[in-house]
């Protein structure tokens, strides 16, 4: 397996975006699968004052398209930080490593976006006071398995889409 970096410091290859718009729709797709099945599709919509089955999955699907690339960045900062531990170092290439760290990221998304983030920027956008921290449990079980499932496929797309170059 070959891994290309672009030579343009700072700009990401046409491999590395491919591969994290693919792995962030097919993540996009199990967090809305979760959503859906725990009833909570419609909140994602809720926030955003927009009702509709088109706008929810369109929304899941863009926010996972903006919450990957900040995992992409992580797990490359990890593959080439030189006092990084061995198997965070190797999230970049095993599937079972980058869904490990895929689901630290979910949950870590969901408490500084969902549990306290949102809340708070709702309350100062309104000046109504929201609860925190917000204890929506099927958005923690969708962005857990966002994580999990981007960081799992993010290396075997990484991976195939460099060896077709």
Known sequence: MSYRQSRH????????VLT?????????????????????????????GLEGVVNEWTLVFCHSLVAGGPFVALVTRLSRGRYTPQPLAECYRSPFLGACVGLSYGVILWVTVVAYGGPLLLGLATSRPYPVPVDHWGSFVGLSTF??????????LRAFFADRR
């Open 9 to 16: 410091r700072g700009r990401p290859s046409p491999v590395t």
């Open 20 to 48: 994290t718009v693919t792995a962030a729709l097919i993540a996009g797709a199990a967090l809305g699968g979760v959503l859906h099945a725990t009833g909570s599709l419609r909140s994602v919509a809720d926030v955003y």
């Open 147 to 156: 994580g999990a499932v981007f960081g799992a496929w993010y290396p075997l």
